[in-house]
């Protein structure tokens, strides 16, 4: 079974910066690629970013692009999303998402998700 849980969510003014981090476990862990996705109140959950876990391709949703960077860590099972000029508008529960390694699309695994408040 795999489990996957976040950290480092919190409240931050405008125009900050947190990184999130998602550390996996599991009796093989091994994805075929790992994403994070947020949902603000009254809203859809929506993808923010995702990389491939072997070749270190990343996809990001155009909101985020050129703020929010993507990244992970093998060795230690982790994956990061680095979130600089934050905007209120990215206030939401952002949850860690794994993809299983037979699978090319989805997200088969998921954490309980982090808090991210952003000020005005």
């Known amino acids: 079974q795999v489990q996957l849980v976040e950290s480092g969510g919190g409240l931050v003014q405008a125009g900050g910066s947190l990184r999130l981090s998602c550390a996996a476990s599991?009796?093989?862990?091994?994805?075929?690629?790992m994403g994070w996705f947020r949902q603000a109140p009254g809203k859809e959950r929506e993808f923010v970013a995702s990389?491939?876990?072997?070749?270190?391709?990343?996809n990001y949703v155009d909101s985020v692009k050129g703020r929010f960077t993507i990244s992970r860590d093998n060795a230690k099972n982790t994956v990061y999303l680095q979130m600089n000029s934050l905007k209120p508008e990215d206030t939401a529960v952002y949850y860690c998402a794994a993809r299983r390694s037979d699978r090319r699309i989805g997200f088969h695994y998921w954490g309980r998700g982090t808090q991210v408040t952003v000020s005005s």
């Open positions: 599991g009796r093989t862990f091994s994805p075929n690629a």
């Open positions: 990389i491939e876990w072997t070749i270190s391709i990343t």
